[in-house]
């Protein structure tokens, strides 16, 4: 799937691995690893946005932080324009700084709490030399305005702002330097359901008018569905299904897809009696995990291959991607 | 509500703050000072030296000392005080009762104070009345104690005559002291509820009661008032436990007040050691237990804690 | 102190000129250290010379008795003739002296463990902060009262007996720190955004840490110089020839009623001292922390 779209290819993620040591200490060896990221492969298209859904802990952050390499891997590579960000020089690790930028899930405490915004949004250019002086308060005044806010904000403190407006204080300072690709790393979940529409629509904005390719991390999926045009759904370290957003929402094919589905609330009072697929049990730690599908202790399907191994992703349709053995099929009308 | 459960794991902290304490003064006497250098003259002789060393059972090992040292303590038994040769446990009653009441007594005049001064001062923050208010507490806190004892002491005593310079017995010997202690606390105090106030009054819910209706008399006493407390509390349950550690002394000395602090002071003076490992004993029961007794009503005053 | 402007983008010096109390305390903390270091510039006297014609006089403009000296008294003397004035610059020194001692070793102490408690966590984090949490339920000043008695008063014994409760403020502190800073978000966005290793630690996490450490600190110093004070005055501390402002105090106050000079001015030396270092400690804290509520 590389070859025939190498053009529209930014970031390309191959056999993704991620490890925490647990225990251990200065002299004595960690005795085991929690496998935050366990063999990832993915691809993010130029000027599109990736949607990465899952339960809270299941390693999503951590792809954000990889892809980024603000953290060290453990094993596989990553691509960003074709090449590996883990091969870089010193320069070209510069100039990717540039390029990729992360946004948080709580922007605010990204924040030097002793600088004014304008500190905050300009230290990028700064720090690569793209403006200083007048120039860089010009630059400053105009994307507080990209992100709505007023530029007479300047010289305020972000703990006199409102929550969302602190997190476009924190899309501001990401755009700042004009990157082509963003990490949104659940952008909007720790904000007041009031503004969430407000964020979401100036990230859509942003894209449309700066030519950005997002990887936008959230655990929901009607959040990732409006915005993405592609999703991967991952579990406990893993990649369960991978498509087009518009086919994964008329065919699932990972039971867990069609789980995290039936668990949005359906709107329409009419359709509430279609039965829904309510997950029991809990979620498996990461640390050691057994071999064989991490998702078999909580699959209605699991049968004996499952709980022995490790079921590969295969592109099961052209461009739609599950890692099951079973031939499941969810085609019931959910939203 | 687990209160009870919270209660005995503090009192076992106590009792392991207390048995840690005195194995700490216990070998702070015993190895980094030896007593029978202190209590005897430079010329005493040998036989002397050893004869004492005896008498006190310093010549058994030291392992062995500590058990006698702590079972005696455990039985409430703190030995005879080298200095006034009775009980130390006689010794101390006779001066810790007065001091816990008199530095009880700053207390009381510092909350008394300190609410209606913090208050004032909130009521309309950078005015000028909340800048003397501000300079007063400040002054309380930077001010050594003795020193504006002594200055109470040249006005009020030396110049105007009104209270006696020092001595016990009446409640006119009482003032100058309570008063002297209580500044420190007072001024603490003054600038905590100052602040808490401010917050409390910029918080939400003073704006609700405010759309409410609610007069802004009402508001300060009944909303903010009840928050500050437990900020108070703390406060004086702290102070009242330095006070009563030694931080008194000074004071109880500028005015002759035959307390504990004056014991602790005329205790060191004296180098009495079985008589200070008794008072470290006490102050740190004490302590914990007032540590306790705040915990146990911020809890009461405090909806939202619970142990 | 302003409450509803911030400071527009200035100098550290023009922003310590905008807060009046502090500058105020700024300048009279150099000139009272300026005056105590270089001691023998400001006097004539020596602080042990006596001068029995002229016991307990009153603070004075006119020139002493003494033969060859020319410089009045003009703070008075005390029981011994001594010049106060004189006695209080070097006096300062021992006062000076003890706090800076203890409050610098204390605060080294107290940050080494708290860092070392909020970097490595765990067992070691719970044994630090368990000692922490014990002494500070533990009367302190008495422990260091019973090393006082059996090492005897002086100086040294008097800075060692205070080291004993110096340490347990520098320790949350540092530790707090230590923590905010190592789980923050902050040092990850300045990775993010391209800045510098050196840069994220110079420009963001040493001023984070700086500043509250610095007002710990000077508070501390404050607390310490007043600590010395009280015991001097008990007779725990330096002994005499040598003087402090609290053995000053505790020497003088027999003499209240006929010369209450000897003790009104070494309490007001030790008063205006703390009083400054307060001022300053608490303008820095208001200064470099903006969440800090202004009032």
Redesign the interface.
């Known amino acids: 799937m590389i070859d025939e779209r190498a053009k529209k290819t930014l970031l390309s993620v191959r056999g993704l691995k991620k490890y925490f040591p647990i225990g251990g200490g200065l002299v004595t060896k960690a005795k085991s690893f929690v496998h935050a990221v366990d063999g990832v492969t993915l691809d993010v298209m130029a000027g599109e946005t990736l949607g990465l859904v899952g339960e809270s802990g299941c390693g999503k952050t951590t792809i954000g932080r990889l892809v980024l390499k603000l953290l060290p891997k453990t094993e596989g590579e990553i691509f960003f324009q074709g090449e590996d960000i883990y091969q870089y020089s010193k320069e070209q690790e510069k100039n990717f700084r540039t390029k990729a930028q992360l946004i948080f899930q709580d922007s605010f405490s990204s924040f030097d709490s002793r600088d004014t915004i304008g500190k905050i949004i300009g230290e990028p250019l700064l720090v690569h030399g793209i403006a200083s002086g007048s120039e860089l308060q010009d630059r400053v005044s105009q994307l507080l305005l990209d992100v709505g806010l007023k530029p007479d904000l300047y010289n305020e403190y972000p703990h006199t702002l409102a929550a969302g407006q602190k997190q476009c204080i924190g899309i501001a300072r990401s755009i700042a330097l004009n990157p082509d690709f963003i990490v949104c790393d659940e952008p909007i979940s720790a904000l007041d359901v009031s503004v969430r529409a407000m964020v979401l629509n100036l990230l859509k904005d942003l894209q449309s008018s700066k030519n950005l390719t997002y990887m936008f991390i959230s655990h929901d999926i009607r959040v990732v569905r409006w915005l993405s045009s592609h999703i991967a759904v991952m579990y406990v370290g893993k990649l369960c299904e991978y498509a087009e957003t518009e086919e994964m929402f008329a065919h699932r094919l990972h039971p867990y897809t069609e789980a995290l589905l039936s668990a949005v609330p359906i709107e329409d009072p009419r359709k509430r009696n279609i039965k829904r697929e309510i997950l029991l049990g809990e979620v498996p730690s990461p640390v050691d995990p057994p071999p064989g599908c991490r998702f078999a202790a909580r699959c209605k399907l699991a049968n004996e291959r499952c709980f022995k191994e490790d079921p590969v992703l295969e592109e099961r349709k052209p461009g739609h991607w599950v890692a099951c053995w079973e031939n499941f099929h969810g085609e019931s009308e959910i939203s | 509500m687990g209160m009870s459960k919270y209660i005995a794991q503090r009192l076992l902290f106590t009792l392991f703050v207390v048995l840690g304490i005195s194995i700490l003064i216990f070998f702070i006497t015993h190895i980094v000072g030896n007593p029978v250098d202190i209590m005897l003259p430079l010329q005493a002789t040998d036989a002397e030296r050893l004869a004492l060393t005896q008498a006190l059972g310093l010549d058994r090992p030291i392992l062995e000392q500590l058990w006698t040292f702590l079972s005696d303590f455990a039985v409430g038994d703190f030995g005879m005080s080298w200095w006034q040769n009775r009980p130390c446990m006689e010794v101390i009653m006779d001066r810790l009762p007065i001091s816990m009441w008199l530095i009880l007594l700053a207390s009381i005049i510092s909350v008394v104070c300190a609410i209606p001064l913090g208050i004032v001062a909130a009521y309309r923050p950078g005015s000028a009345l909340d800048r003397v208010v501000t300079i007063f507490s400040t002054a309380g806190i930077c001010f050594p104690p003795f020193w504006i004892g002594l200055m109470l002491m040249l006005i009020f005593a030396v110049k105007l005559g009104w209270l006696p310079t020092s001595g016990m017995g009446t409640w006119k010997h009482l003032v100058l002291p309570a008063v002297t202690i209580s500044f420190r606390p007072m001024g603490h105090l003054a600038q905590i509820v100052r602040f808490e106030m401010i917050q409390q009054l910029n918080a939400l819910y003073a704006v609700t009661a405010r759309a409410k209706g609610v007069t802004e008399m009402s508001l300060l006493f009944k909303h903010a008032l009840k928050n500050i407390m437990t900020a108070s509390l703390t406060m004086i349950g702290n102070d009242y436990c330095k006070q009563l550690g030694g931080l008194s002394a000074a004071v109880e000395v500028v005015f002759g007040f035959a307390g504990f602090g004056h014991l602790i002071s005329e205790t060191i003076e004296n180098m009495d050691f079985p008589l200070l490992q008794a008072e470290v004993f006490f102050v740190a029961i004490i302590v914990c237990l007032i540590n306790l007794l705040t915990d146990i009503l911020y809890a009461a005053f405090d909806p939202r804690i619970r142990y | 102190m302003e409450?509803s402007k911030?400071p527009?983008?200035t100098s550290l010096l023009r922003r310590f000129r905008h807060n009046k109390p502090a500058l105020f305390a700024g300048i009279v903390l150099i000139i009272i250290l300026t005056m105590i270091l270089f001691a023998p510039i400001f006097t004539n006297f020596g602080p042990a010379k006596s001068d029995l014609a002229n016991r307990l006089t009153g603070p004075t403009t006119e020139a002493s008795m003494a033969v060859g000296v020319t410089q009045p008294h003009f703070l008075g003397t005390d029981q011994l003739g001594r010049d106060i004035y004189t006695r209080l610059l070097y006096g300062g020194r021992v006062s000076l002296n003890v706090g800076f001692t203890v409050a610098t070793i204390g605060g080294v102490i107290g940050v080494v463990l708290g860092m070392l408690a909020g970097y490595f966590g765990g067992w070691t984090d719970m044994i630090i902060m368990r000692m922490v949490d014990?002494w500070a339920?533990?009367?302190?000043?008495?422990?260091a009262?019973?090393?006082?008695?059996?090492?005897g008063p002086g100086q040294k014994n008097l800075i060692f007996a205070l080291l004993i409760n110096s340490w347990t403020l520098f320790c949350r502190m540092a530790r707090s720190q230590v923590l905010i800073i190592r789980s923050?978000?902050?040092v990850?966005?300045g990775?993010?955004?391209?800045?510098?290793t050196n840069?994220i630690l110079y420009?963001?996490i040493m001023?984070?840490i700086i500043?509250p450490m610095v007002t710990t600190y000077i508070l501390e110093l404050?607390h310490f110089i007043?600590a010395e004070?009280?015991l001097s005055?008990?007779?725990?501390g330096v002994q005499p020839p040598d003087t402090s402002w609290?053995l000053m105090?505790g020497e003088g106050?027999k003499y209240?009623?006929q010369a209450?000079w000897i003790?009104?001015f070494?309490?007001l030396m030790?008063?205006t001292t703390?009083?400054c270092l307060?001022?300053i400690g608490n303008w820095i804290r208001d200064e470099?922390?903006?969440?800090a509520?202004k009032?």
């Open positions: 409450q911030k527009k983008k014990v339920s533990s009367p302190t000043l008495l422990i009262l019973t090393f006082v008695m059996i090492l923050s978000a902050m990850e966005s990775h993010a955004i391209g800045a510098s840069r420009k963001h001023p984070n500043s404050a007043n004070a009280n005055f008990l007779g725990f609290g105090i106050r209240l009623t209450p003790v009104i070494p309490g030790i008063a703390v009083l307060n001022l470099f922390d903006p969440l509520v009032l």
